[in-house]
């Protein structure tokens, strides 16, 4: 059973930063990639950043250079750096993985950015 746990999530104002921790069960990062989404409310879903089993990374173009995800593999755990965050960061974050047939994810981690 694939687990996944956000933490690091809270209130932030304009121009700050805030890591974000997802926790995957077992020994999983050195063969599945890992991926942040997040979503406003009102909208829909949306893909900021996965990094593979191996160390690649993509970003959702409009977040390059903000938001930097990385992994420790030892401790089981990806983490998604946000710098100079932006009102319009406010999300909740989801970290999933898929293991085919399926998409795991977790149960969200609450960013606000706000003054």
């Known amino acids: 059973q694939v687990q996944l746990v956000e933490s690091g999530g809270g209130l932030v104002r304009p121009g700050g930063s805030l890591r974000l921790s997802c926790v995957t069960s077992?020994?999983?990062?050195?063969?599945?990639?890992v991926a942040w989404y997040r979503q406003a409310a009102g909208k829909e879903r949306e893909f900021v950043a996965v990094?593979?089993?191996?160390?690649?990374?993509t970003y959702t173009d409009s977040l390059k250079g903000r938001f930097i995800i990385s992994s420790d593999n030892a401790k089981n755990t990806v983490y998604l750096q946000m710098n100079n965050l932006k009102v319009e960061d406010s999300a909740v974050y989801y970290c999933?993985?898929?293991?085919?047939?399926?998409?795991?994810w977790g149960q969200g981690t609450q960013v606000t950015v706000s003054s």
């Open positions: 077992g020994n999983m990062l050195e063969d599945y990639a």
């Open positions: 999933k993985s898929t293991l085919l047939p399926d998409d795991y």
């Open positions: 990094i593979t089993g191996s160390g690649s990374t």
